[in-house]
């Protein structure tokens, strides 16, 4: 009757013991049950893996080795052996983890865990080729472990980084500071690992479009488009590129696409709104242009496009109008400036258009362009002394502004 009494209070401890999460907790239970029942292991495994867990690795040890002495039939040395791996690990003893993660090993060969940290372990002691054997033994086991997958073909290109977050972080750091051959580099390595990274080739286009590799900028964009028909600055990218190249239908059709997937983005509406100027829609470019303006309505350049519709349907007092709420937000916006100058010009404010060209270079400094303006408006007014020494000047800071006949 006594027995079964022990037993009962052991089978309430075994439960109560796989019931528990707090380590302490299973210590203390786990005790209980090792007092009646010294040969029972589950209980020194899960004391030990507990003390493991609260940094007293040395007792871990201690526990997972006495186990070993209940240990009749061997069945205890594939978990002891392991729990001894981990804090020999956590020590930084890796040749006495590794020796004991071989002995698991032994034992049981399919498990990714003790594979995996055998990996690990290889790869802090420099074993490059024993850590790659191991990471693609797991995924022989298992294909979809990501870690072994990206360790394995880390190491495999070299590559010096822990992930591809952190890899994608420096390569774009490396392209805002300039060194777009690093950029790329790094890009290259992080697309051997994962083939199908948007980001990357999204890197790849900015480095490419810098360099003035505009073929191989395109060619970056549009492969990050094929893994991803909605990656907005793939979008968004090209669609400037295509305007650049003054082809407005592609960039129309890509900044279109690119406000579809990003709707609250007010430069989507504004570039189209340029693009659409391009190709003579100016109701939409409008439409696009009030669009962003709801979103932002300190921009600038949104008024400015708008001012240029308006201009091309002869309708300078609206331009004026958009100037001058461009004007509010930056007293000081050259473009403004210098365009609203143009307009005054249209309908025949000289005097006002100079007063505003020459706020321009106020603003912005002495550029060809404002000066070759100044020398237009004069030359329309009919001073021509004063057009000539304006065009001079204009001409000695860039010769291809063409003729003093054409102004």
Same mark, same amino acid.
């Given at each position: 009757?006594?027995?079964?009494?022990?037993?009962?209070?052991?089978?309430?401890?075994? $439960?109560?013991?796989?019931? &528990?999460?707090?380590?302490?907790?299973?210590?203390?239970?786990?005790?209980?049950?090792?007092?009646?029942?010294?040969?029972? #292991?589950?209980?020194?495994?899960?004391?030990?893996?507990?003390?493991?867990?609260?940094?007293?690795?040395?007792?871990?040890?201690?526990?997972?080795?006495?186990?070993? +002495?209940?240990?009749?039939?061997?069945?205890?040395?594939?978990?002891?052996?392991?729990?001894?791996?981990?804090?020999?690990? &956590?020590?930084?003893?890796?040749?006495?983890?590794?020796?004991?993660?071989? %002995? &698991?090993?032994?034992?049981?060969?399919?498990?990714?865990?003790?594979?995996?940290?055998?990996?690990?372990?290889?790869?802090?002691?420099?074993?490059?080729?024993?850590?790659?054997?191991?990471? @693609?033994?797991?995924?022989? %086991?298992?294909?979809?472990?990501? #870690?072994?997958?990206?360790?394995?073909?880390?190491?495999?290109?070299?590559?010096?980084?822990? &992930?591809?977050?952190?890899? =994608?972080?420096?390569?774009?750091?490396?392209?805002?500071?300039?060194?777009?051959?690093?950029?790329?580099?790094?890009?290259?390595?992080?697309?051997?690992?994962?083939?199908?990274?948007?980001?990357?080739?999204?890197? *790849?286009?900015?480095?490419? +479009?810098?360099?003035? #590799?505009? +073929?191989?900028?395109?060619?970056?964009?549009?492969?990050?488009?094929?893994?991803?028909?909605?990656?907005?600055?793939?979008?968004?990218?090209?669609?400037?590129?295509?305007?650049?190249?003054?082809?407005?239908?592609?960039?129309?059709? #890509?900044? @279109?696409?690119?406000?579809?997937?990003?709707?609250?983005?007010?430069?989507?509406?504004?570039?189209?709104?340029? =693009?659409?100027? *391009?190709?003579?829609?100016?109701?939409?470019?409008?439409?696009?242009?009030?669009?962003?303006?709801?979103?932002?309505?300190?921009?600038?350049?949104?008024?400015?496009?708008?001012?240029?519709?308006?201009?091309?349907?002869?309708?300078?007092?609206?331009?004026?109008?958009?100037?001058?709420?461009?004007?509010? %937000?930056?007293?000081?916006?050259?473009?403004?400036?210098?365009?609203?100058?143009?307009?005054?010009?249209?309908?025949?404010?000289?005097?006002?258009?100079?007063?505003?060209?020459?706020?321009?270079?106020?603003?912005?400094? $002495?550029?060809?362009?404002?000066?070759?303006?100044?020398?237009?408006?004069?030359? $329309?007014?009919? +001073?021509?002394?004063?057009?000539?020494?304006?065009?001079?000047?204009?001409?000695?800071?860039?010769?291809?502004?063409?003729?003093?006949?054409?102004?």
């Amino acid at each position: 009757m006594f027995y079964y009494k022990i037993y009962g209070m052991v089978q309430e401890l075994i $439960e109560k013991l796989n019931r &528990s999460g707090n380590p302490e907790e299973q210590i203390e239970i786990a005790d209980g049950i090792l007092n009646v029942f010294p040969f029972y #292991l589950n209980a020194y495994f899960t004391k030990g893996y507990a003390l493991y867990k609260l940094g007293k690795v040395d007792d871990a040890i201690q526990t997972f080795e006495k186990s070993l +002495d209940y240990d009749a039939h061997c069945i205890a040395m594939d978990n002891a052996n392991y729990g001894m791996g981990m804090c020999y690990a &956590s020590k930084g003893e890796l040749k006495k983890a590794l020796k004991h993660f071989e %002995i &698991s090993y032994n034992l049981d060969n399919v498990n990714e865990n003790v594979i995996l940290n055998m990996a690990l372990i290889h790869e802090q002691l420099d074993h490059k080729a024993e850590a790659i054997a191991k990471y @693609e033994e797991i995924l022989k %086991i298992n294909p979809e472990n990501n #870690l072994a997958d990206f360790k394995a073909k880390t190491l495999k290109s070299d590559a010096d980084f822990k &992930s591809i977050p952190e890899a =994608v972080q420096k390569a774009n750091m490396l392209y805002e500071t300039g060194k777009y051959d690093e950029a790329l580099k790094l890009d290259e390595k992080i697309l051997q690992i994962q083939d199908d990274c948007v980001p990357a080739f999204n890197n *790849q286009g900015l480095c490419y +479009d810098k360099m003035g #590799l505009t +073929d191989k900028a395109i060619e970056a964009y549009e492969n990050a488009l094929k893994i991803n028909p909605n990656a907005r600055n793939a979008l968004n990218c090209l669609g400037l590129i295509y305007v650049r190249l003054k082809d407005y239908k592609k960039a129309n059709e #890509l900044l @279109e696409r690119n406000i579809e997937v990003y709707p609250e983005n007010e430069m989507a509406y504004a570039n189209n709104a340029f =693009v659409l100027l *391009q190709i003579g829609e100016y109701e939409k470019s409008i439409e696009m242009g009030r669009k962003a303006l709801d979103i932002n309505p300190d921009l600038p350049e949104a008024y400015n496009n708008m001012a240029w519709c308006y201009e091309s349907q002869n309708d300078f007092k609206k331009a004026i109008e958009c100037y001058d709420n461009a004007l509010k %937000i930056n007293p000081m916006h050259p473009t403004s400036l210098n365009n609203k100058a143009w307009s005054l010009r249209k309908i025949k404010k000289f005097d006002e258009a100079l007063k505003y060209y020459d706020m321009a270079i106020e603003a912005d400094g $002495e550029k060809a362009i404002f000066l070759k303006n100044i020398a237009a408006t004069y030359k $329309e007014i009919g +001073d021509l002394n004063k057009a000539h020494e304006y065009y001079d000047r204009a001409f000695d800071l860039d010769s291809a502004i063409g003729t003093f006949d054409e102004l």
